[in-house]
């Protein structure tokens, strides 16, 4: 997790002055430091993928990429910390064993010049259980007392955000005001996680972004006490698959708003999810029907009390489509296929041609054919619906915790 980085700071005071000598006459540490942020001079921080106790190593993989051997001794001290902690007050001693696979660490110690390699004096370890246990919480956190929708007001004087959330009751505007106590937080360029997003601030946010909020609703549903805002630049295409590359992790498709083609780059924290046929929809939707519906009327899921982001889809009922799209079943990019419609979100890159995955939809067409069939039609003789039309109600770039 992001939050180890604050471990850095922390033994930064502990590594001999020798150490940071070394860091600031050496150009080629200083250059690479740069190269990846959770490897520094003093130490790395990443997921135990490999642990070799014959030899007494680990490897480790950056969220990065970076791979990271760590060199082990009998001195080597062990500490674990659990998710959330920002001091070691809390931390508890263990042993080498207690180290596992899938565990997050900071390895402190000087990191050798080409950055391959960390002999640690202290592994500062969170536990893979705590770190998913963790997870959890704050998803069903968010999921609870979270709002979702797009800025369409920014009020810079009294800094308060006017967004248009979707409810089970059509659209609505919310005001967030907020103030200094507030956390924000905003995803950058080709970031495809909601742990990547930065600190930002007000003057950063733009009309048509996304934002999801942390908070609560005052009582006239109108307004939001937010604790936390995240938001986004995000671009949402979709289009018809004209080549998939498992090995490069690549999709090709034609936009089917431009007409352009387009490179999908897939990488391994993005989240792929397979949309069900038209005649699979009654499960995604709420379920079997309750006795006497109406053939084709879906469940709400929730009730009148469910969060805010549904819209009418199907014969009559309601469903809230970020929940809908977090209980597809996820997928690899190796099962997109040629002539598969997707539905890509990603944020705004430096190159317009090739989009970072945040989300993919494969399988999109009876979800944009549902979302086209409820835009408002154009006077006149009745066109058929443009698949894209209703690409602006998808939104899905601003991911759980």
């Given at each position: 997790m992001k939050a180890l980085f604050?471990?850095?700071?922390?033994?930064?005071?502990?590594?001999?002055?020798?150490?940071?000598?070394?860091?600031?006459?050496?150009?080629?540490?200083?250059?690479?430091?740069?190269?990846?942020?959770?490897?520094?001079?003093?130490?790395?921080?990443?997921?135990?993928?490999?642990?070799?106790?014959?030899?007494?190593q680990m490897t480790i993989k950056t969220d990065a990429g970076s791979v990271v051997n760590v060199v082990l001794?009998?001195?080597?001290?062990?500490?674990?910390?659990?998710?959330?902690?920002?001091?070691?007050?809390?931390?508890?001693k263990i042993a080498f064993t207690d180290v596992g696979e899938g565990d997050r660490i900071f390895a402190r110690g000087l990191v050798s010049e080409d950055r391959k390699t960390v002999p640690a004096r202290i592994v500062i370890v969170m536990n893979k259980g705590d770190i998913a246990k963790k997870?959890?919480?704050?998803?069903?956190?968010?999921?609870?007392?979270?709002?979702?929708?797009?800025?369409?007001?920014?009020?810079?004087?009294?800094?308060?955000?006017?967004?248009?959330?979707?409810?089970?009751?059509?659209?609505?505007?919310?005001?967030?005001?907020?103030?200094?106590?507030?956390?924000?937080?905003?995803?950058?360029?080709?970031?495809?996680?909601?742990?990547?997003?930065?600190?930002?601030?007000?003057?950063?946010?733009?009309?048509g972004d996304q934002l999801r909020a942390l908070g609560d609703r005052n009582p006239d549903g109108?307004?939001?006490?937010?604790?936390?805002?995240?938001?986004?630049?995000?671009?949402?295409?979709a289009g018809v698959v004209t080549a998939v590359d498992p090995a490069t992790g690549e999709i090709k498709i034609n936009d089917m708003q431009t007409k352009q083609p387009l490179t999908i780059v897939v990488k391994q924290d993005a989240v792929l999810r397979k949309f069900p046929a038209a005649d699979q929809m009654g499960a995604l939707m709420g379920g079997p029907r309750p006795a006497g519906s109406p053939a084709g009327a879906a469940q709400t899921p929730g009730g009148a009390g469910a969060p805010a982001g549904g819209t009418r889809m199907?014969?009559?009922?309601?469903?809230?489509?970020?929940?809908?799209?977090?209980?597809?079943?996820?997928?690899?990019?190796?099962?997109?296929?040629?002539?598969?419609?997707?539905?890509?979100?990603?944020?705004?890159?430096?190159?317009?041609?090739?989009?970072t995955a945040i989300s993919l939809i494969s399988g999109a067409d009876t979800l944009l054919n549902m979302l086209a069939a409820r835009q408002p039609q154009p006077a006149g003789p009745r066109a058929a619906p443009n698949p894209s039309a209703g690409l602006g109600g998808v939104q899905f770039g601003i991911g759980l915790p």
């Open positions: 604050f471990m850095i700071a922390l033994v930064l005071v502990l590594v001999p002055a020798g150490s940071s000598a070394i860091a600031r006459t050496n150009p080629a540490i200083q250059t690479q430091q740069t190269a990846d942020p959770a490897i520094t001079p003093n130490g790395a921080i990443g997921e135990v993928k490999l642990i070799d106790a014959a030899a007494k001794n009998d001195n080597t001290a062990y500490m674990r910390v659990a998710p959330g902690e920002t001091t070691l007050t809390n931390a508890t997870q959890d919480e704050e998803r069903a956190e968010w999921k609870k007392r979270g709002l979702l929708g797009v800025i369409t007001a920014l009020k810079p004087e009294t800094k308060e955000i006017t967004i248009t959330s979707r409810t089970l009751a059509g659209q609505q505007n919310i005001v967030i005001p907020v103030s200094d106590k507030v956390e924000m937080r905003r995803y950058a360029p080709d970031s495809i996680k909601f742990a990547d997003a930065k600190t930002a601030k007000f003057e950063e946010l733009k009309v109108i307004q939001f006490t937010a604790e936390k805002v995240v938001t986004g630049t995000f671009r949402n295409v199907g014969g009559g009922g309601s469903v809230n489509i970020p929940e809908m799209l977090e209980r597809l079943p996820t997928i690899s990019a190796a099962d997109v296929k040629v002539g598969d419609t997707i539905i890509v979100s990603s944020t705004q890159g430096a190159d317009p041609s090739r989009l």
